[in-house]
């Protein structure tokens, strides 16, 4: 599978980086610069920091891939696990105008917003892949507003590490580092294709997580904290994939 060799080829590089002292200094050096992602224990630990490490030291400013108009997928394809349409009707407020968002934690104001008070701020569109861990992938043109502008509105704190999202989705959580929270292709996702965002891809509103895969673009979200440890959500790994196997972070 693709991410796997593009991992390998990370791994390797930050163990020739490392010299030939090899990994155990590579760790190392992760540790000492704050490298280690949350589901750093068990059987794939040691690969996961690697993998984390490399790309925060080579790539931390890299945009992801963006496509001409032209390539944008005549049919995107929605993963089917969800069931959107009982979960919105299981929701207070399904208006999109009304879609509500509170972002809490280590912030100088927390606030709940409406999606209308985010769609006031500055918004950013970009043609980008999502790709599924399982194999498939399309493009489309995501429009929103990217979240470094919500947590500069919000005021971070100085020790604020990552920012937690929440789905209404119930089991759907996740979490990324400031490197990717205040990236400028994170945006919290309103738009698709020219017209709103539909239920199916996330709509009223997803998080757009463009340099990783697709898992970490939750859908439907209501709630932003931001913390400086995810040690106290669910069990500590950093969002719910690491407890079936899946890395926290994928970034491709
Ligand atoms: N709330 C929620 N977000 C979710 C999911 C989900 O089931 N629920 N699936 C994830 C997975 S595994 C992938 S690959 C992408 C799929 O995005 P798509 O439906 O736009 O293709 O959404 C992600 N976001
Ligand atoms: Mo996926």
Same mark, same amino acid.
């Given at each position: 599978?693709?991410?796997?060799?593009? +991992?390998? #080829?990370?791994?390797? *590089?930050?163990?020739? @980086?490392?010299?030939?002292?090899? %990994?155990? !200094?590579?760790?190392? /050096? &992760?540790?000492?610069?704050?490298?280690?992602?949350?589901?750093? +224990?068990? #059987?794939?630990?040691? *690969?996961?920091?690697? @993998?984390?490490?490399?790309?925060? %030291?080579? !790539?931390?400013?890299? /945009? &992801?891939?963006?496509?001409?108009?032209?390539?944008?997928?005549?049919?995107?394809?929605?993963?089917?696990?969800?069931?959107?349409?009982?979960?919105?009707?299981? %929701?207070?407020?399904?208006?999109?105008?009304?879609?509500?968002?509170?972002?809490?934690?280590?912030?100088?104001?927390?606030?709940?917003?409406?999606?209308?008070?985010?769609?006031?701020?500055?918004?950013?569109?970009?043609?980008?892949?999502?790709?599924?861990?399982?194999?498939?992938?399309?493009?489309?043109?995501?429009?929103?507003?990217?979240?470094?502008?919500?947590?500069?509105?919000?005021?971070?704190?100085?020790?604020?590490?990552?920012?937690?999202?929440?789905?209404?989705?119930?089991?759907?959580?996740?979490?990324?580092?400031?490197?990717?929270?205040?990236?400028?292709?994170?945006?919290?996702?309103?738009?698709?294709?020219?017209?709103?965002?539909?239920?199916?891809?996330?709509?009223?509103?997803?998080?757009?997580?463009?340099?990783?895969?697709?898992?970490?673009?939750?859908?439907?979200?209501?709630?932003?904290?931001?913390?400086?440890?995810?040690?106290?959500?669910?069990?500590?790994?950093?969002?719910?994939?690491?407890?079936?196997?899946?890395?926290?972070?994928?970034?491709?």
């Amino acid at each position: 599978m693709k991410p796997i060799s593009r +991992r390998k #080829l990370m791994t390797t *590089g930050l163990a020739a @980086t490392a010299g030939l002292a090899g %990994l155990a !200094t590579a760790d190392l /050096l &992760a540790q000492r610069y704050g490298l280690i992602p949350p589901d750093h +224990r068990g #059987l794939y630990g040691p *690969g996961e920091t690697l @993998t984390y490490a490399a790309q925060r %030291l080579l !790539t931390r400013h890299s /945009l &992801a891939r963006e496509f001409p108009p032209s390539m944008i997928s005549k049919e995107p394809f929605a993963n089917p696990a969800v069931s959107p349409k009982d979960l919105l009707q299981s %929701l207070p407020a399904h208006n999109h105008g009304n879609w509500p968002l509170t972002i809490d934690g280590m912030v100088a104001r927390p606030t709940s917003l409406a999606l209308s008070d985010l769609k006031s701020l500055p918004m950013r569109s970009q043609i980008t892949e999502v790709a599924c861990e399982e194999g498939w992938s399309y493009i489309a043109q995501w429009i929103g507003t990217p979240l470094i502008d919500v947590l500069h509105a919000v005021g971070l704190h100085p020790q604020a590490r990552y920012v937690v999202y929440f789905s209404a989705d119930k089991e759907w959580w996740d979490s990324i580092d400031m490197a990717d929270a205040l990236h400028p292709q994170t945006l919290l996702t309103w738009g698709m294709n020219d017209g709103d965002l539909p239920v199916a891809f996330g709509g009223p509103l997803r998080m757009r997580v463009s340099r990783q895969l697709g898992y970490k673009s939750v859908k439907y979200i209501t709630r932003l904290t931001v913390t400086d440890s995810l040690k106290g959500f669910g069990k500590g790994l950093g969002s719910a994939e690491p407890e079936f196997g899946y890395a926290w972070y994928a970034g491709i």
